[in-house]
Every structure is written in C-alpha cells, then in structure tokens.
C-alpha cells in the first residue's frame, strides 16, 4: 500500500499558486501538489497527467512543501563552493609573502604552495597557488627590456668604437673572386 500523500496542510497556498501561476514550474509544482492529495493520484500518474518525471513531480512537492508553499527562485550558484580558505583566511596567510615581496624580495610559487600545503594538511596543486595569487591581483612579472645595472653610455660609446679598420680592409684585399662574385 503507497503511503498517503504529505502536504495536506498547504492545499489552499497551492491552489493559489494554480490560480497565479506565472510560470510553467509554477503551474507544475501546483498540479504535483494539488493532484495527489485531491485526486489521490500516485506520482507516476501524476507524472503523466502533468508531462514531466516522476522524479521531478516529487521533486517539486518537495520543494514546495520545504518552502511553505512560497517558491524559491533560485538565482545561478556562483560563489566559491570548493574553497580551502575563505577570502579573508587567504589574505592573512598570504601577508607574510607579501610583506616579503614589498622589501624587495620575489614571490615564489612553489614556496607558497608549501606553506598552503602545511596550512591545509594535505597536497594542493602548484595552480593552487597560482589561482590564490590571481584572486588577491597578484600577476607574474616579465623581467625588465634591460638589466637594472646596466650602463647606457657605456653601451653607446662601444657601439660607436670601431675595430681595427686596416685589418678588416686586408683580410678583404687577400680573398680570392669566386665565380659567383664577379657579374657577367
């Protein structure tokens, strides 16, 4: 014997929401709540008479019955539901490094993925490390076009040195004409 249909006390918020239905899950979740009690219908007949599973017939009831006949219209997940630490645990954990990196040293990756690791007490991936830099606005530095100690005038004044002129003219004096060389 099925067992009987919970829900009893909703019936007339149901009703309403029948009557008010804006939305097409609207209108179903009334008719999977108003159709078994009523009609005493099972949900797999229900699920036939409203077009949709049996799984999601009860999955409507339910929902209904949770929300106390108001339907939650749930917006897009978003968040961080995978998270090791939250937003503020992770600004904490990074300051020593970025302490660090102000007085002139380099953050290194690998050295904060160590720490996070200790920190969590298990592995993490190296773009663990990466993805919790990227959120605090942390980017990979390219090197500098030219090296911080270098000289610009002595840089110029070697390019502007010419070799040894008389020994270049030689060399080019004693080559031998190839055939190549010599236009017809």
């Avoid at 380099?106 to 160590?114: G, P, Q, S, Y």
Wanted: hydrophobic content about 40%; charged content about 30%.
């Amino acid at each position: 014997m099925a067992r009987t249909a919970s829900g009893l006390h909703l019936l007339d918020k149901a009703k309403e929401l029948l009557a008010n239905a804006k939305t097409v899950k609207e209108l179903r979740q009334a008719q999977s709540v108003i159709l078994p009690l009523e009609l005493k219908l099972s949900l797999d007949e229900t699920a036939v008479v409203t077009g949709i599973s049996k799984k999601w017939v009860c999955q409507l009831r339910n929902e209904f019955i949770h929300a106390n006949g108001i339907i939650e219209r749930k917006t897009s997940r978003g968040g961080r539901h995978r998270e090791n630490l939250s937003l503020t645990q992770e600004s904490d954990f990074l300051a020593p490094f970025i302490e660090k990196a102000k007085t002139g040293g380099i953050l290194v990756a690998n050295e904060i993925k160590d720490a996070l690791q200790i920190r969590l007490g298990r592995s993490v991936a190296l773009a663990s490390a990466y993805n919790l830099l990227h959120r605090h606005d942390w980017r990979k530095l390219v090197p500098d076009k030219r090296h911080p100690k270098s000289d610009p005038e002595a840089q110029e004044a070697f390019k502007k040195t010419p070799g040894n002129a008389d020994r270049d003219q030689h060399r080019v004096a004693r080559r031998r004409a190839h055939k190549a060389d010599v236009p017809r």
